[in-house]
């Protein structure tokens, strides 16, 4: 069944729920990347203007599929004036893949006149990759939200990964005092004891962020950042490292940070490990004298 709304901003019928009991006990393939061409231009945790991209954006053209079978619930046609505010995904849709996991699919060329099936499979296109909603390039947003836990899943530790042989890249490690003076251990071997903010500068290539940074202070984990999830509360993004905090506290133009050392007297072997989905690493590690 099609349907041709004259105003595409619309909730479909929910479909019973023997619908979903059908599907998914008679075995549903696995989720699969939404594009069969598109290329990665920003994954789930890079910075976003300085918050934590809560998908992946992919450079691309051609059409938008859903990476599982589903039940399309919500539709947005920005060419609906019906609301004075610009969604900055443009023309999106939300797509119900069962057991509580939503897609959202945006910033897609405008399908203005075209037909809207709400049952989804995983070769019917949903739209065409395209420019609405903020962006600069052709291509569109991806996410996945877990309704029951209410947070957004990282799309690549539940879709197969993607071959990838190359290790992540740490630009920069970055030392900060609490007088604000900033040090590059790779630079300096010696620093006057105290209390020092952490800050890792690193990709996985072209600017993705990796899936994990690590911190260790003469063998010992001092911090993990994990890029797995991100939730919300209270108007503020919550990521993880060493639990729950205030993603503003993670990402800064210096890098992610990975929270306070402080340092006494002494040697001291400083390394800093990032890894990507592939499990391939990249470490740096610096040796330093404490005064």
């Known amino acids: 069944m099609n349907i041709h709304p004259a105003d595409k901003r619309f909730f ?96 897609f060329e405008d399908p203005a006149g ?53 290790p992540p890249v740490i630009h920069q490690v970055t030392l900060r005092n609490t007088a604000g003076t900033l040090f590059n251990p790779a630079l300096v071997s010696r620093l006057p004891q105290g209390l020092y903010s952490v800050f890792v500068d690193a990709d996985d290539g072209e600017m993705l962020a990796p899936n994990r940074i690590i911190c260790s202070v003469n063998g010992f984990e001092t911090a993990v950042l994990s890029f797995e999830t991100l939730s919300a509360r209270d108007g503020e993004f919550l990521i993880n490292r060493n639990g729950l905090i205030p993603a503003s506290q993670v990402y800064s133009d210096l890098g992610f940070g990975l929270g306070e050392l402080r340092l006494s007297r002494g040697q001291l072997n400083l390394v800093i490990e990032a890894r990507d989905i592939a499990e391939n690493f990249r470490q740096a590690s610096y040796r330093l004298t404490i005064e």
């Open 12 to 107: 479909l019928k929910k479909i019973p729920a023997v619908f979903w009991a059908v599907m998914f006990c008679t075995g549903v393939s696995a989720i699969d990347w939404p594009t069969r061409e598109g290329t990665l231009a920003a994954n789930f945790g890079s910075s976003d203007g300085g918050v934590p991209s809560m998908g992946d954006n992919f450079a691309a053209d051609g059409p938008v599929y859903p990476a599982d079978v589903g039940q399309l619930v919500f539709f947005h046609d920005p060419s609906n004036k019906a609301s004075a505010f610009p969604s900055p995904l443009g023309a999106w849709a939300a797509v119900d893949h069962g057991d509580n996991l939503v897609g959202i699919y945006g910033r």
């Open 114 to 166: 075209g037909e809207i099936t709400p049952i989804v499979g995983k070769e019917t296109a949903i739209a065409a990759a395209g420019m609405s909603g903020w962006t600069g390039q052709p291509g569109f947003y991806f996410s996945l939200y877990d309704r029951r836990d209410r947070k957004w899943i990282n799309p690549a530790i539940i879709i197969s990964t993607r071959e990838d042989p190359r």
